[in-house]
């Protein structure tokens, strides 16, 4: 027979000052971002000259591109 310990107590069992918990994930979007930026500068980084032509990027564009820091990321 094993006992199962709930750390958290249910939110109905919560004092009415407590309100309903919430959880915010905002930092979970905002890794994914970053992660997102750094994989796709690598990855422009590692493009040929005719690929970069493809897209309209030139070779400094890129390099100027691939030197920002991952968390360095514009738009919502």
């Known amino acids: 027979m094993s ?12 004092p009415a000052r407590f309100g309903t918990p919430k959880l915010s994930f905002g930092w979970v979007t ?3 971002r970053v ?3 750094y ?3 690598r990855q422009l980084a590692e493009l040929d000259p ?11 564009d890129a390099q100027l591109e691939t030197a920002r820091k991952p968390w360095d990321i ?3």
Do not use: E, F
């Open 39 to 41: 994989d796709t500068r």
């Open 74 to 76: 514009q738009g919502g």
């Open 30 to 32: 905002w890794l994914a």
């Open 50 to 60: 005719h690929l970069l032509r493809d897209i309209g990027v030139t070779r400094l």
């Open 3 to 14: 006992a199962q310990l709930n750390p958290l107590p249910s939110a109905s069992r919560l």
């Open 35 to 37: 992660w997102r930026a």
